[in-house]
């Protein structure tokens, strides 16, 4: 997993001063590593009966999508309020300060649908905890959440009680 750490780029106080920021952009660029990641995103899910993947917005569609075609399963987008075509249902979750919503199309996971979730980063959690609710208001199961990344020490994972969670690198 060092060579995929190797591939990523450290950008201090972006987007606010003292944040760092971990770019991807670099790892997107490399053949080896991008192919790389989406092998360690994929495998720990080969043969589970993964019928659709769910992408949080944006970077979890670059994996997602991918993962979905190794893994022979559908691929469904979760977005931003006002950004899909169709009939959606919405969640609304806590930030640290204010809130935000995230919508999935009404038809995108089918009641006991496998779903495997995924997103390059978990930070906190909230945004792919309201990820999994939005399959659950479907009637999905969530099998797992995947992610390239976790920030360990913001404690996303605790709001995954119970449910698997697969990340490929841990800062």
Do not use: C
Not at 23 to 49: H, M
Not at 92 to 114: F, P, W
Not at 150 to 171: C, I, P
Request: glycine share 12%.
């Amino acid at each position: 997993m060092d060579n995929l750490k190797s591939k990523i780029r450290h950008v201090p106080d972006f987007p606010k001063a003292g944040i760092l920021f971990y770019d991807i952009t670099t790892l997107l660029q490399d053949p080896v590593g991008l192919r790389d990641a989406i092998d360690s995103l994929t495998t720990p899910f080969i043969g589970q009966g993964i019928e659709m993947v769910v992408g949080i917005e944006s970077r979890g569609f670059i994996f997602g999508a991918a993962v979905a075609d190794r893994l022979g399963a559908g691929f469904a987008p979760v977005r931003k309020p006002g950004k899909l075509p169709s009939t959606t249902t919405r969640v609304s979750y806590d930030l640290e300060y204010g809130s935000d919503a995230l919508e999935i199309h009404d038809d995108a996971v089918k009641a006991g649908q496998r779903v495997l979730i995924v997103d390059d980063l978990l930070a906190t959690g909230g945004t792919a905890r309201a990820a999994a609710d939005l399959v659950g208001r479907l009637g999905g199961q969530v099998h797992a959440l995947a992610f390239l990344i976790e920030l360990v020490g913001l404690n996303g994972r605790d709001k995954f009680a119970g449910q698997t969670l697969h990340s490929v690198l841990k800062y």
